[in-house]
């Protein structure tokens, strides 16, 4: 069984008299040790996923059906205190910005240490030592200067490494990472993602990955899920999404690729942009962009339906594939 | 010893060190404070005990005055004989106390009802907002007035004159305290849609603790700001009480009292009574209005000057 597997999640944001649906069916398995990585453009529901995973959707959104199945317990209906202690436990989250989440009235130390003790029941000399040893285990150097540090005196990628320790902690099962180097420099960018990989293999901890750098993703995920406007447009193994990509959305994203260009030639562009969720064309949401569509894409939602080892939303598909 | 470094490094303190009127204005405030809370070690009289009144002695003017003057009385003496050097330092410690514990209560109040507010919103947030206007819709001296008045009337003179500071703390404090809670609900507001926050309910922290070691310490330069000016309204508004004989009794006069006393002398020509304790509530107040804005300017780099 998969540690953690969405099934048929819907969430939705009631706004006055229309209600939008921020995530509509979307289904995932993730087993331990595995590495998933969520790719879209911005808007299209990839924070409210992981959001609404771990039960924190902003006001007034709410899951409206759906489950989240962690551990063999459906996160969607267990108690505020229970997923008080999943949260930051066995579940961890890395935001973008470092600069934001940490607080900057406390030094790293209080907060790697309140972390912990708000999870396990020991001294804080015992929490101060976990806490050094997590920050060289991100390869912090003198971790016990950086310990009584405000975040304000460390560098971007310092903060970040700061960040990832606290995420580890508590040895979770699952680390859900939410465009963790978008902020950072190109260079530390590598860095950074190589330590998230070599750690999350090292302690077999599962991660999900979110961001729209389609290179970072197919560097270190096993498995990719591409949504669109709050729905699954495909999802497969990586290597075969970025070779034999089988929606036209996908396609396009990876013919935007630099690297897929002669060079010096002018970038493949997808026409369009992503409708907002209050103006969702009917049928296939991806339709007007799209070079495949017909009077059907137009007229009925496709449904995702397994073709080889992807599962895809496009009524014409197997034309795409072979496109 | 470390942290004592960090503060002599700080920002605070070296804009202090360049702040002419910061230095004045702190040093003064220093003083009456100091003045104050030595008043037993250093007051030549004890206003307090009758024994050391002399009748007599009433309305002797200070000593600079060119007649009638008595080498003891630096300051003169008021219509029962007291030292007036002495009532002030007196007076000045009740005033000082009845400020600060009375802030001490508004902050108390206002900020655990802000943070709340804040931090919880939906119904707590209105319900809390709603007391709070209600609140400010009517005036601190009118409520002052009207509870001091109630609480004389039920309990008699005798019982107030005990616990008047203690009454007067609670009008006050209690008056005052939607200051602090719309302050801090509005930051409290900006802070929570910050990421920390939601990486602080990401670890799983509880909500109680997220409130008191996340949000709070990231709105108390408002709190500090709003407080100094507090504090002087606190005072203002004991004066304001006494003066109007509905606050500190005439056997233990806070500032406002004594220029309350004296204001029946002033035309037969014992001005000294009013006028001395008057100017040092003048300067109490502005030494602390202008260490305020000092600080508001310190701690608001958008307002630099320089």
């Given at each position: 069984m998969a540690l953690l597997e969405v099934r048929n999640l819907h969430v939705e944001f009631p706004l006055g008299r229309k209600t939008l649906q921020a995530i509509h069916g979307l289904s995932f398995a993730l087993d331990k040790g595995e590495r998933l990585g969520i790719v879209g453009e911005s808007g299209a529901g990839k924070s409210v996923a992981a959001f609404s995973i771990l039960k924190l959707i902003a006001k007034p959104g709410r899951i409206a059906a759906g489950?989240?199945?962690?551990?063999?317990?459906?996160?969607?209906?267990?108690?505020d205190e229970e997923m008080r202690q999943i949260r930051g436990n066995r579940i961890s989250m890395i935001f973008q910005d470092p600069m934001m989440t940490l607080n900057p009235v406390l030094t790293v130390g209080t907060q790697m240490v309140e972390c912990l003790k708000a999870h396990r029941d020991i001294s804080d000399a015992e929490a101060k030592r976990l806490a050094i040893a997590k920050l060289r285990e991100v390869k912090i150097p003198s971790a016990e200067e950086r310990f009584e540090n405000y975040p304000h005196q460390l560098s971007g990628g310092m903060r970040q490494r700061v960040v990832i320790a606290i995420a580890l902690l508590t040895d979770p099962a699952v680390i859900i990472a939410d465009e963790p180097t978008t902020a950072l420099d190109v260079t530390i960018q590598a860095e950074i993602m190589g330590l998230m990989l070599d750690l999350c293999r090292d302690h077999a901890v599962a991660l999900m990955l979110i961001t729209h750098d389609l290179a970072v993703v197919s560097q270190v995920t096993q498995k990719i899920c591409v949504l669109y406007a709050g729905r699954l447009a495909e999802q497969g193994p990586t290597r075969s999404i970025i070779t034999q990509p089988k929606?036209?959305?996908?396609?396009?994203?990876?013919?935007?690729?630099?690297?897929?260009?002669?060079?010096?030639?002018?970038?493949?562009?997808?026409?369009?942009?992503?409708?907002?969720?209050?103006?969702?064309?009917?049928?296939?949401?991806?339709?007007?962009?799209c070079a495949f569509a017909d009077e059907l894409c137009r007229r009925e939602v496709p449904e995702p339906r397994p073709i080889g080892d992807h599962r895809v939303a496009c009524h014409h598909a197997e034309k795409v594939a072979s496109a | 010893m470390n942290r004592i470094r960090l503060f002599m490094d700080s920002d605070l303190v070296f804009r202090f060190g360049r702040d002419r009127v910061a230095q004045f204005s702190f040093a003064l405030f220093l003083a009456f404070v100091i003045a104050a809370f030595a008043a037993p070690l250093i007051a030549p009289f004890d206003p307090y005990d009758?024994?050391?009144?002399?009748?007599?002695?009433?309305?002797?003017?200070?000593?600079?005055?060119?007649?009638?003057?008595?080498?003891?009385?630096?300051?003169?003496?008021?219509?029962?004989?007291r030292d007036l050097l002495s009532t002030i330092l007196y007076g000045t410690r009740i005033s000082l106390i009845i400020g600060f514990c009375a802030v001490a209560l508004q902050?108390?109040?206002?900020?655990?009802?802000?943070?709340?507010?804040?931090?919880?919103?939906?119904r707590i947030d209105s319900f809390f907002m709603r007391l709070a206007d209600i609140q400010l819709s009517l005036s601190t001296l009118m409520v002052a007035i009207i509870a001091s008045a109630v609480f004389k009337a039920t309990f008699g003179t005798?019982?107030?004159?005990?616990?008047?500071?203690?009454?007067?703390?609670?009008?006050?404090?209690?008056?005052?305290?939607?200051?602090?809670?719309?302050?801090?609900?509005?930051?409290?507001?900006?802070?929570?849609?910050?990421?920390?926050?939601?990486?602080?309910?990401?670890?799983?922290?509880?909500?109680?603790?997220?409130?008191?070691?996340?949000?709070?310490?990231?709105?108390?330069?408002?709190?500090?700001?709003i407080s100094t000016v507090q504090i002087a309204n606190a005072i203002i508004s004991e004066a304001a009480l006494s003066f109007l004989g509905l606050g500190m009794p005439v056997n233990k006069p806070s500032l406002g009292s004594l220029i309350s006393s004296g204001f029946e002398f002033i035309f037969s020509g014992s001005w000294w009574i009013t006028v001395i304790p008057s100017l040092v509530l003048v300067a109490l107040i502005l030494s602390i209005n202008l260490l305020g804005?000092?600080?508001?300017?310190?701690?608001?780099?958008?307002?630099?000057?320089d």
């Amino acid at each position: 069984m998969a540690l953690l597997e969405v099934r048929n999640l819907h969430v939705e944001f009631p706004l006055g008299r229309k209600t939008l649906q921020a995530i509509h069916g979307l289904s995932f398995a993730l087993d331990k040790g595995e590495r998933l990585g969520i790719v879209g453009e911005s808007g299209a529901g990839k924070s409210v996923a992981a959001f609404s995973i771990l039960k924190l959707i902003a006001k007034p959104g709410r899951i409206a059906a759906g489950e989240v199945i962690f551990d063999g317990r459906d996160l969607a209906k267990i108690s505020d205190e229970e997923m008080r202690q999943i949260r930051g436990n066995r579940i961890s989250m890395i935001f973008q910005d470092p600069m934001m989440t940490l607080n900057p009235v406390l030094t790293v130390g209080t907060q790697m240490v309140e972390c912990l003790k708000a999870h396990r029941d020991i001294s804080d000399a015992e929490a101060k030592r976990l806490a050094i040893a997590k920050l060289r285990e991100v390869k912090i150097p003198s971790a016990e200067e950086r310990f009584e540090n405000y975040p304000h005196q460390l560098s971007g990628g310092m903060r970040q490494r700061v960040v990832i320790a606290i995420a580890l902690l508590t040895d979770p099962a699952v680390i859900i990472a939410d465009e963790p180097t978008t902020a950072l420099d190109v260079t530390i960018q590598a860095e950074i993602m190589g330590l998230m990989l070599d750690l999350c293999r090292d302690h077999a901890v599962a991660l999900m990955l979110i961001t729209h750098d389609l290179a970072v993703v197919s560097q270190v995920t096993q498995k990719i899920c591409v949504l669109y406007a709050g729905r699954l447009a495909e999802q497969g193994p990586t290597r075969s999404i970025i070779t034999q990509p089988k929606h036209p959305y996908t396609q396009g994203l990876i013919k935007a690729l630099p690297q897929q260009n002669e060079p010096g030639a002018r970038l493949f562009q997808i026409p369009g942009t992503m409708p907002t969720l209050d103006d969702v064309p009917a049928g296939c949401a991806f339709h007007p962009r799209c070079a495949f569509a017909d009077e059907l894409c137009r007229r009925e939602v496709p449904e995702p339906r397994p073709i080889g080892d992807h599962r895809v939303a496009c009524h014409h598909a197997e034309k795409v594939a072979s496109a | 010893m470390n942290r004592i470094r960090l503060f002599m490094d700080s920002d605070l303190v070296f804009r202090f060190g360049r702040d002419r009127v910061a230095q004045f204005s702190f040093a003064l405030f220093l003083a009456f404070v100091i003045a104050a809370f030595a008043a037993p070690l250093i007051a030549p009289f004890d206003p307090y005990d009758p024994m050391q009144i002399d009748l007599m002695d009433s309305e002797i003017p200070p000593l600079w005055q060119d007649a009638n003057t008595d080498p003891r009385f630096l300051f003169g003496t008021d219509a029962q004989g007291r030292d007036l050097l002495s009532t002030i330092l007196y007076g000045t410690r009740i005033s000082l106390i009845i400020g600060f514990c009375a802030v001490a209560l508004q902050i108390l109040i206002g900020v655990s009802i802000g943070l709340i507010s804040g931090y919880v919103g939906g119904r707590i947030d209105s319900f809390f907002m709603r007391l709070a206007d209600i609140q400010l819709s009517l005036s601190t001296l009118m409520v002052a007035i009207i509870a001091s008045a109630v609480f004389k009337a039920t309990f008699g003179t005798e019982i107030y004159g005990n616990v008047a500071i203690l009454v007067l703390v609670l009008v006050i404090g209690i008056a005052e305290w939607p200051q602090y809670a719309r302050t801090v609900r509005a930051s409290v507001l900006a802070e929570r849609s910050k990421e920390y926050v939601d990486a602080a309910r990401v670890i799983g922290l509880p909500r109680w603790r997220i409130m008191i070691r996340h949000v709070l310490p990231n709105t108390l330069s408002p709190i500090l700001v709003i407080s100094t000016v507090q504090i002087a309204n606190a005072i203002i508004s004991e004066a304001a009480l006494s003066f109007l004989g509905l606050g500190m009794p005439v056997n233990k006069p806070s500032l406002g009292s004594l220029i309350s006393s004296g204001f029946e002398f002033i035309f037969s020509g014992s001005w000294w009574i009013t006028v001395i304790p008057s100017l040092v509530l003048v300067a109490l107040i502005l030494s602390i209005n202008l260490l305020g804005d000092w600080l508001r300017d310190v701690l608001n780099p958008r307002l630099y000057k320089d």
